[in-house]
Each structure stands twice: as structure tokens, then as C-alpha cells.
T-cell receptor, first 114, second 110 residues
């Protein structure tokens, strides 16, 4: 069974530029999560989707971050404009649904903002 | 908001030794997850716990759901070099999202 796929794996941009990350969850998983992991810390939830609907985006900085999962499968996370403090690893995870706790993570995208 | 503490923050052990680490919460949880993260990779799920007092093993790894529902423990027996990495706990209560701890960094000396 294929795992969670993410691209790109690495991205370097200048502050005030925009960037987008892509995630393809495990087939059949209805719930998709985007996490931000700052160096030396645990993952922090940004947004959770159930199929194509947003379940929780309370920790998403909506002035600069946006995410969508239009067809309930793939998802994109965008940052516009980027700030230096956005430098982090952006992890995508998926689970069967919100009731089943076991989340499976992708390899992440390491973003460096200069 | 909810916060998790993991102890120890880091540990250096000799190959072959047993390892113990724990995770504590200020809130009651109904699910605990333990993950391992290697450099440059995403966290990999090791063990999931769903019931207070539950003890679950995965090879040389054993995790327990604390009776108070505010803590969880992970033990690794007979450590080997590939056990090196950062171990994260994550917990949640009904209807809530998972909160992750800051991690325990494990180094294994040959």
C-alpha cells in the first residue's frame, strides 16, 4: 500500500514570496491533516479536512496560509506572503476518518525562507 | 491549550541497553500514539493505545496507557543503532485533535 506522498521535498524562497505544497493521502483515507514542525519541536496542527470539508482550521494563520482539498483526495497548502518564521517542515498526514486515531505521515516538505 | 511534556528530552545509551521514556499531559486523554522520526523523514507510527492500563508491544517496543489517563510510557528493550531518532508522543480526548509532545531524542553509542 502506498504511503502519503508530498512534494516538493525541499523549497527555498525569499520572504514575501509565495509557495505551495502538495499532498496525496493514503488511498481511502477520508481525513487529511497539515502540520507545521519547527526545528526541535513536535508537529503542530494547521488544518484538518474530512473529505473536502474543513473540520478544524483554528490554528491556521489565515492572513497568509490557505489550504484546499477540492475533490476530497489531494490537498494543497499555500503560504502568501512568506515570513522568515515560516521556515519549518510541513507535514501531511492522513487517517481513515476522524474517529480512527492512527495518523500516517508523509516525508514532509522542508521550507527555508531567507 | 493542552500541552504534553516528554521526559527525558534526550538520552545517550549503550547498544544493548533498555530505554524508558514517558509523556505526561495536563488533561485526560482517550488515545495515545507513539511515533519515531528519523532525520529528514516524517514521523512513523509505532504504537497506538486506546484504553487506560493498556499495554501493547511492537517487537522490542512496549507502550502503556497510564491508569490516570494523563500519561503514557514507551520502553525499548535491547537497543540497537537503528533505534536512534526522535520519539514523539501524541494524545487526544474525545472529539479533539491530537497534541504532540516536544520529543525525546535517543542516541545509541556502539
Amino acid at each position: 500500500e502506498a504511503g502519503v506522498a508530498q512534494s516538493p521535498r525541499y523549497k527555498i524562497i525569499e520572504k514575501r514570496q509565495s509557495v505551495a505544497f502538495w499532498c496525496n493521502p493514503i488511498s481511502g483515507h477520508a481525513t487529511l491533516y497539515w502540520y507545521q514542525q519547527i526545528l526541535g519541536q513536535g508537529p503542530k496542527l494547521l488544518i484538518q479536512f474530512q473529505n473536502n470539508g474543513v473540520v478544524d482550521d483554528s490554528q491556521l494563520p489565515k492572513d497568509r496560509f490557505s489550504a484546499e482539498r477540492l475533490k476530497g483526495v489531494d490537498s494543497t497548502l499555500k503560504i502568501q506572503p512568506a515570513k522568515l518564521e515560516d521556515s519549518a517542515v510541513y507535514l501531511c498526514a492522513s487517517s481513515l476518518d476522524t474517529r480512527h486515531g492512527e495518523q500516517y505521515f508523509g516525508p514532509g516538505t522542508r521550507l527555508t525562507v531567507t | 491549550g493542552q500541552q504534553l511534556n516528554q521526559s527525558p528530552q534526550s538520552m545517550f545509551i549503550q547498544e544493548g541497553e533498555d530505554v524508558s521514556m514517558n509523556c505526561t499531559s495536563s488533561s485526560i486523554f482517550n488515545t495515545w500514539l507513539w511515533y519515531k522520526q528519523d532525520p529528514g523523514e516524517g514521523p512513523v507510527l509505532l504504537i497506538a493505545l486506546y484504553k487506560a492500563g493498556e499495554l501493547t508491544s511492537n517487537g522490542r517496543l512496549t507502550a502503556q496507557f497510564g491508569i490516570t489517563r494523563k500519561d503514557s510510557f514507551l520502553n525499548i528493550s535491547a537497543s540497537i543503532p537503528s533505534d536512534v531518532g526522535i520519539y514523539f508522543c501524541a494524545g487526544r480526548n474525545y472529539g479533539q485533535n491530537f497534541v504532540f509532545g516536544p520529543g525525546t531524542r535517543l542516541s545509541v553509542l556502539p
